[in-house]
């Protein structure tokens, strides 16, 4: 009985395949438990009830057609995830037409309990195939009403990490005790850490209502030591959305924080080019500990080196460097965009192009080889609002999503925030689903400011110290 009850419950709450269902409470599952029972009691009845007449009436047959309806609809319900005021519905329209002594009353009841049961077959969606176990997943659970985007990476035995589309969220293996998920510095929504266990099992999460089960299949595989349980965990699995989003892609096999690509190495040393060029003869710099920052560190610090540039600590007024993750970055641009840092401009790397550090009135500047108000990242954008609203655009996502996409000439572009009248931030330019606009940076614009950059310091073209280039262009 045990198993029977929880199989009904799983189909009666829409949990198959990993997709949950309307989040209900454990008492109102019982509730729809019942009802379900109820169903199937009173359709055997109406089944077994005709058989007793000697001589087969117009009322035998129109029982026994409706009850035939019944059984087999109701058997199909649940499974779809139907309403318990649907399957209710049916329950009471087939008891009273089993109940009724009028032939014509019973034939038009039982016609409309086949109508509502074509209604929940038709109307009610179909649950997707589970994902495959021990893979990072994309899914969504109904909290108070409203469907609430999930993502969990890298969904393998042992800690994990989950992205829930809310600003205010709990997480937990126990409905009884649930973790508060957090913000992180320069990411949207909120994160959890959770350790879960090998094999099918249950997620519980809660935006201050009832909360709602997820099924997930951590598979028996461990992960990889270390796996998103540092600060840049945020932006990998930014990275691992990104390329969900493509269906015929395939998750990164390494997080973007773990090496520095040569695509972003060439496009600092043209950040570092293009300020040489302007006759500046310092600039500060920020890293972290990370494989990529200690390597954009030192690329930084060697073509600084080969243009005749010294490298100084934040803090006076000169162009600063940062090619640390989101977690340092954040708070550096929010010291710089409150005065408390001085700068003259901060050059982000490619990777902080996301909309949370672009808040920060700091002056950003990022060497990006694609254009965020192209027709490409507006697509990317589409795609991440439609799986998994409310999240920013990253450049590890995008990158991840379509890599051929930024594969473009280095340009250098400057993200600044749009004001309406009465200080209220604007839309950027671009696509747009009613008075939402579809755009890298929201309150803002991201817009090119010079022309193609080559990844060659100065020094390197000319063999020695500045040249009289234009600012802004590298010849």
Not at 33 to 48: D, E, K, Q
Not at 74 to 97: E, K, M, R, S
Not at 356 to 370: D, I, S, T
Not at 408 to 429: E, V
Request: charged share 15%; aromatic share 4%; glycine share 12%.
């Amino acid at each position: 009985m045990t198993t029977t009850l929880q199989v009904l419950a799983d189909g009666a709450t829409g949990l198959a395949g990993g997709h949950p269902g309307p989040g209900l409470a454990p008492a109102a599952t019982a509730v729809r438990v019942l009802f379900l029972l109820a169903a199937a009691v009173t359709a055997g009845a109406a089944l077994l009830r005709p058989l007793r007449p000697a001589t087969p009436t117009t009322r035998h047959w129109t029982r026994v057609a409706a009850a035939t309806a019944a059984l087999s609809g109701l058997a199909t319900i649940p499974l779809a995830g139907a309403p318990a005021p649907l399957i209710t519905a049916t329950v009471a329209v087939l008891l009273a037409a089993h109940l009724t002594p009028r032939p014509a009353i019973a034939a038009t009841l039982g016609g409309a309990t086949s109508v509502l049961l074509a209604a929940g077959l038709v109307t009610t969606p179909r649950p997707e195939p589970p994902p495959a176990a021990g893979r990072p997943l994309l899914t969504s659970v109904t909290l108070d009403g409203a469907a609430v985007p999930v993502l969990i990476t890298p969904n393998r035995p042992g800690p994990n990490l989950v992205h829930i589309g809310a600003g205010r969220a709990a997480v937990g293996r126990d409905p009884r005790r649930l973790a508060l998920a957090t913000t992180r510095p320069g990411a949207t929504g909120t994160w959890a850490r959770i350790t879960l266990a090998a094999g099918p099992g249950r997620l519980w999460i809660s935006t201050g209502g009832p909360a709602a089960a997820l099924t997930v299949d951590p598979g028996h595989r461990p992960a990889p030591a270390g796996a998103l349980d540092g600060p840049d965990g945020p932006e990998c699995a930014a990275a691992t959305l990104g390329a969900l989003l493509n269906p015929a892609g395939a998750a990164p096999g390494a997080c973007p924080a773990d090496a520095l690509s040569g695509a972003d190495a060439e496009a600092l040393r043209a950040a570092v080019g293009h300020i040489a060029a302007r006759g500046v003869r310092e600039i500060a710099l920020t890293g972290d500990s990370s494989p990529r920052g200690t390597a954009a560190t030192a690329e930084v610090r060697a073509a600084a080196r080969r243009a005749g540039l010294r490298i100084t600590a934040p803090g006076a007024r000169r162009p600063l460097i940062i090619v640390a993750g989101w977690s340092t970055a954040d708070p550096l641009l929010r010291k710089v965009g409150a005065g408390a840092v001085a700068a003259e401009g901060t050059y982000l790397a490619p990777w902080l192009l996301t909309a949370p550090l672009l808040e920060h009135p700091a002056g950003q500047l990022l060497p990006l080889r694609f254009d965020p108000r192209g027709r490409s990242a507006l697509d990317h954008l589409a795609a991440l609002r439609e799986r998994f609203p409310g999240a920013a655009a990253t450049t590890g996502g995008y990158t991840a999503w379509r890599p051929a996409a930024a594969t473009g000439d280095i340009r250098l572009y400057a993200a600044s925030r749009i004001w309406r009248p009465g200080g209220h931030g604007s839309a950027a330019p671009g696509a747009h689903h009613g008075d939402q606009a579809i755009a890298w940076f929201p309150s803002g614009t991201v817009v090119a400011v010079s022309a193609p950059l080559t990844g060659d310091t100065l020094a390197e073209r000319n063999g020695h110290g500045l040249s009289s280039t234009a600012p802004g262009r590298l010849r």
